[in-house]
């Protein structure tokens, strides 16, 4: 099975395997600019998102039949794992989904939840949920915070 780590930042998207190492100097931020419309995170911005992620992984050229485990240390995941999974440190395909339909069918709380950054949060689950979905990945792991500062 494949190891997919992963980085998805506000200005830029970093993923990578055993075989490569696959950086785009766009991040969230530019991703929520081009399908978030009138700072309105409904049916049709989450299109807009999964049409724009699907390219965006069309990209990774990484074959969809290699089964992958994916980790990576986001604080966005961090609040995924908070507030959807109960603080997993893993999270299965099964839930994801599950977490990821509790947002769609309640996607006003979500936004009220998560306040200023809810079109960056809901958009940044968005994109793991594809990524879940396009590069066959079975699992992701959430690693543990870097607490160091520079």
Do not use: W
């Not at 994916?70 to 599950?98: C, G, K, V």
């Amino acid at each position: 099975m494949q190891q997919l780590q992963f980085q998805l930042g506000l200005a830029q998207l970093d993923f990578q395997t055993e075989q490569q190492n696959i950086h785009f100097d766009h991040g969230l931020v530019a991703l929520v600019q081009k399908c978030v419309r009138h700072q309105r995170f409904d049916a049709l911005a989450i299109e807009y998102l999964i049409y724009e992620i699907e390219e965006i992984l069309e990209r990774l050229q990484l074959d969809y039949q290699t089964q992958r485990n994916a980790q990576s240390n986001d604080e966005m995941l961090h609040i995924l794992a908070q507030t959807f999974f109960e603080h997993a440190t893993l999270i299965e395909r099964q839930s994801l989904e599950h977490g990821f339909n509790e947002m769609i069918e309640h996607t006003e709380y979500y936004q009220n939840l998560f306040g200023e950054q809810a079109i960056i949060q809901l958009s940044y689950f968005v994109f793991i949920r594809e990524m879940m979905h396009h590069l066959n990945i079975q699992h992701i792991q959430v690693l543990a915070q870097n607490t160091s500062s520079p």
